[in-house]
């Protein structure tokens, strides 16, 4: 590709120059030739109506003698480079300016046929074969009282308006020479502004076709094709950023669901070569079984990321009663809540509310908030769920008075398998893709999601939902 679109435009190139120059060596050449014939002509029949006008026929009414006749047209003659003929309607020579004057020798046009112009006043040949080479002529006829009595003829030599025709067209050739060299500029032009661009475009598809995402280039112009290799180098980048979050994502999972597995056959070995003795078997046990709870729980969450990526906004939204979802979560983590002696408080805007959006998504929402916020709170303290109204939103807030986020995790929380390094004693058993799924569900609401936490005090997480359009409070 590269190669021809190059090849092309230099061939066009030169074609526009041959053209130019066929155009140039033909209509141009034959359009000079004619446009001086026509000129000289118009100079010409005036002459030729002038002198018919005066001296000839002052000399058909005998008012002036052949003499007098001759000696003007003889100056005429120089004066205009044209040879001037006087004859008869029957071609008998009266008067030749480039010859004597020489009343024996009669000279007879034969055959001369003044309707040879036919119906112009000039005509270009060797006029009845009177003269070798080509000549304009041009007639005027003498009249005296409505009679034709005889003509003016001119004859120019039409090798002289080649020759101008020439000198011009050499005028011609030279502007095209130089429009060529000038029109060079665009091929210059068309190479550094395209081709270049285009060709360094090319390699780095040809890179990133071969996978080497990393492959830098650069177009420094700010116009259509800058545009298509900044766009092109960003989607590069992207593509090489998710595949390095897809490797991360990848050394995670295998990480995770390693550990558990080393631990879980560890144990195994240890009961089975009795390293461990039976009365402890039971002990062990559990917590073999506690490693295949995170083991499910981690391939539980990594589903529903992966559902909620490929569903991207396929939500079965309906109208649902907020409170009563929240009531329920909270319900269902009563059993956990006693063990740490943590009291759930609700303070919920009216008796039900309504909202718009996923019911069993929001409600995992809850759970994984909810979940955080028992897991990483003190014993006997409280947790606040509640809920507020603003316009036509409403904003969920659980609020917990634990060990809190450090600032600089505020940020890293929502990354896929993040765990502070506050939270990794007191929660064995998380996978650090709890907050990810719960913010993916939130923005493909088209809602937010926020936390306000201070180490050491608690963290209150916040988001929001669309309230129903129809209220019916039940
Ligand atoms: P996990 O399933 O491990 O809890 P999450 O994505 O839900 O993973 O949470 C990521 C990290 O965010 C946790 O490991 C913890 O460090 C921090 N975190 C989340 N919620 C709270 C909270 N209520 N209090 C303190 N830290 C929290």
């Known amino acids: 590709m590269r190669k021809t679109l190059y090849l092309k435009f230099v061939l066009a190139y030169i074609i526009f120059g041959v053209f130019g120059f066929i155009v140039v060596a033909t209509f141009v050449s034959s359009m000079t030739t004619e446009h001086l014939k026509r000129e000289k002509a118009d100079a010409l029949y005036k002459e030729a ?13 005998n008012a002036t003698t052949l003499d007098a006749v001759k000696s003007q047209m003889d100056a005429l003659d120089t004066y205009l480079s044209a040879t001037i003929w006087i004859i008869n309607p029957s071609g008998r020579m009266i008067l030749d300016s480039s010859q004597e004057l020489n009343i024996e020798n009669e000279v007879v046009i034969k055959e001369f046929d003044p309707t040879i112009a036919a119906g112009s006043y000039y005509t270009v040949g060797t006029f009845f074969d009177t003269f070798d080479e080509e000549m304009l002529s041009v007639f005027a006829p003498i009249t005296s009282d409505f009679k034709v009595k005889g003509y003016v003829v001119i004859h120019a030599s039409m090798k002289d308006i080649q020759d101008s025709s020439n ?18 500029i665009i091929l210059i032009f068309f190479t550094e502004i395209v081709y270049i661009p285009l060709r360094k475009i090319t390699e780095a598809t040809e890179q990133y076709a ?15 094709i800058g545009y298509l290799a900044a766009s092109l180098s960003y989607m590069a980048s992207e593509i090489a950023r998710s595949e390095d979050n897809q490797k991360k994502f990848v050394a995670n999972v295998s990480h995770d669901f390693r550990s558990p597995l080393t631990s879980i056959r560890g144990y195994l070995e240890a009961m089975l070569d009795g390293t461990i003795p039976p009365e402890n078997h039971d002990k062990y046990l559990t ?9 499910t729980k ?9 559902n909620l990526n490929t569903k991207g906004m396929l939500l079965n939204r309906t109208d649902f009663d907020i409170n009563r979802v929240i009531r329920n979560t909270a319900a269902t983590c009563e059993g956990t809540c006693r063990q740490k002696n943590i009291a759930i408080e609700l303070i919920l805007t009216g008796d039900s509310m309504h909202v718009n959006g996923d019911m069993e998504k929001i ?43 450090p600032k600089d995790d505020l940020k890293l929380i929502w990354d896929r398998f993040y765990k502070s390094d506050l939270s990794r004693g007191k929660d064995k058993k998380g996978t650090g893709l709890g907050l990810s799924i719960t913010k993916e569900i939130i923005h493909s609401h088209g809602e937010h999601i926020n936390v306000i936490s201070t180490e050491g005090v608690g963290s209150e997480f916040i988001f929001s939902l669309a309230k129903s359009a129809f209220e019916d409070e039940d």
Not at 167 to 184: E, H, M, W
Not at 217 to 223: A, I, K, M, T, Y
Not at 373 to 387: G, L
């Open 298 to 306: 981690l391939t539980n969450s990594l589903l529903t990321l992966n």
């Open 49 to 61: 109506t002038l002198i018919a006008n005066t001296y000839a026929s002052d000399l058909y009414n």
């Open 287 to 295: 917590i073999v079984l506690n490693e295949t709870d995170r083991l």
């Open 363 to 405: 409600q995992q929402v809850l759970y994984n908030l909810l979940d955080n916020a028992i897991k990483f709170s003190h014993h006997n303290s409280v947790i606040k769920i509640e809920t507020t109204e603003k316009g036509n939103k409403i904003f969920v807030s659980v609020k917990d008075s634990g060990i809190g986020i």
């Open 167 to 184: 000198s011009l067209l050499n005028i011609s050739y030279i502007t095209l020479c130089i429009l060529f060299l000038l029109s060079l």
């Open 210 to 224: 071969a996978g080497n995402m990393h492959y830098e280039f650069s177009v420094e112009s700010e116009d259509e």
